[in-house]
C-alpha cells in the first residue's frame, strides 16, 4: 500500500463530523508510534539500512541506525543529499536543510549506532502538489492548557455530528476569497487540536499565511499562541491517491500567558457575549494581520511580551505600539497619532 492508501483506510479514531480527520490523526498516530522499521533510501548503490524513526519531547524527529564497516556510508550524507524512509504503505522524505544534528556512537567498533535529528520532514518531492489544492493543518496542542469557552472569541459552529448540538468549536473564516473552518478538536485530556480546512482549493502559500494570522489573532485575544508543531495535509483534485500528501514542521515556540489583549479579570461585569469578539469580529482581525505584515509582526511581540518578565515586557510592548502608530500614521498627514 501507499502512503495515501494507508491514510484513506485507518480506522477513524476521534468521534467528529469529519470523517478525515479521523484518517489523518491516525496517520499521525502511526507516524508518531515507534513501531515501524524503515529503509533508509539513499542514491549509494547496494547500501541496504534499517532505521528507527521517532518523535522526541522537543518535537523533532531521530533516525536511529547501525552502520556495519562493509556499509559505504558517511553520516554527514545527511546534510548533503537529501533521503527517503521506506516502510510498507509510507515514504518519508528527509531534506538537508531539515537535519539539525547528529551523533556517532562507538566509532572504534566494526558496529556504529548513529541519531540523526530532524525538525521537518514531507511525503512528496513534487511541490505542485501543494498548488491549487484542498488544504488542511493540524496543530498539536497541550489541551489542558486551552480553555475553548474562556478563549475570548465566539465559537458558532460546531463539529459534532449532531448539527442542533449547542456545543460549538468552530469558525468559519472567508480571507481573501478563501473561505477556510478553523476549528478545536479534545482528543483527551491532555491533547488537543487546532484544525484549519480550506473549502475550496488555493496555494499553500497563501494557506499558511491566513494559518500564521489566525494563530496570531487567537494569541492576541486568548494568550494562548499555537506553535507546537504542525501537520499539513494537501489533496490535488483529479489526481487520486497520488495526489494526496502532507508536511509535518516542528515550531516549538508556543506562547501561554495570562494577559491577553481584553483582560476579562478587568472587565468582570461585563457578559461574555458582549466582551468576547464574534465570528465576524475575529473574522476582521485576521484579516488585518493577513494584510499588514507590520500589523503580524507587532502582534507577535505583544504576545511574547506577556510572557516575558521585567523590563524586557515593557520594551517589546513599545517597539509593538511604535510599530502600530507608525502604520497608522500613514493616514494622517499631522504624523500625529
Known amino acids: 500500500m501507499t502512503t495515501t492508501e494507508t491514510m484513506l483506510t485507518s480506522k477513524a479514531l476521534p468521534e467528529t463530523i469529519f470523517e478525515a480527520d479521523n484518517v489523518f490523526l491516525h496517520f499521525i498516530s502511526l507516524i508518531e508510534s515507534d513501531v515501524t522499521t524503515y529503509k533508509l533510501g539513499t542514491d549509494i548503490s547496494g547500501l541496504n539500512i534499517d532505521t528507527k524513526f521517532t518523535k522526541k519531547e ?11 564497516d562493509e556499509d559505504v556510508f558517511d553520516i554527514k550524507y545527511f546534510f548533503i543529499r ?28 566494526p558496529e556504529k549506532k548513529c541519531r540523526v535529528e530532524v525538525k521537518a520532514f514531507r511525503g512528496d518531492i ?9 488544504q488542511g493543518a493540524y496543530f498539536k496542542v497541550n489541551a489542558s492548557q486551552f480553555e475553548l469557552f474562556n478563549s475570548g472569541i465566539i465559537f458558532d459552529i460546531t463539529t459534532n455530528k449532531d448539527q442542533s448540538s449547542s456545543f460549538k468549536n468552530a469558525v468559519l473564516l472567508n480571507i481573501d476569497e478563501s473561505p477556510i473552518l478553523f476549528y478545536f478538536e479534545r482528543i483527551n485530556d491532555n ?14 502559500d497563501k494557506f499558511e499565511k491566513v494559518v ?66 464574534n465570528s465576524s469580529q475575529f473574522e476582521e482581525l485576521v484579516k488585518l ?18 510572557s516575558t518578565k521585567g523590563v524586557s515586557k515593557g520594551s517589546l510592548a513599545s517597539v509593538a505600539l511604535e510599530t502600530i502608530s507608525g502604520v497608522v500614521g500613514k493616514n494622517f498627514t499631522s504624523k500625529k497619532i
Open 191 to 204: 491533547q488537543g487540536y487546532f484544525i484549519f480546512q480550506t473549502q475550496t482549493i488555493i496555494d499553500f
Open 289 to 306: 494581520l493577513y494584510k499588514n505584515e507590520e500589523y503580524h509582526r507587532a502582534s507577535l511581540l505583544l504576545i511574547t511580551a506577556g
Open 126 to 134: 513534487n511541490d505542485s502538489l501543494w498548488v491549487q489544492s484542498k
Open 58 to 68: 522537543n518535537g523533532n524527529f531521530e533516525l536511529t541506525f547501525t552502520l556495519k
Open 212 to 277: 500564521n494570522a489566525t494563530r496570531a489573532a487567537l494569541g492576541l485575544i486568548s494568550g494562548y499562541y499555537m506553535a507546537d508543531s504542525v501537520y499539513y495535509i494537501s489533496l490535488k483534485k483529479g489526481k487520486g491517491l497520488s495526489g494526496l500528501t502532507y508536511k509535518y514542521i516542528n515550531i516549538n515556540e508556543t506562547v501561554k500567558h495570562n494577559y491577553p489583549l481584553i483582560d476579562k479579570a478587568v472587565y468582570n461585569n461585563i457578559s461574555k457575549n458582549e466582551l468576547n469578539l
Open 82 to 109: 537529501p533521503v527517503l524512509l521506506l516502510a510498507e504503505g509510507l515514504n518519508i522524505l528527509i531534506q538537508n536543510k531539515d537535519v539539525i544534528g547528529y551523533q556517532q556512537l562507538n566509532i572504534s567498533s
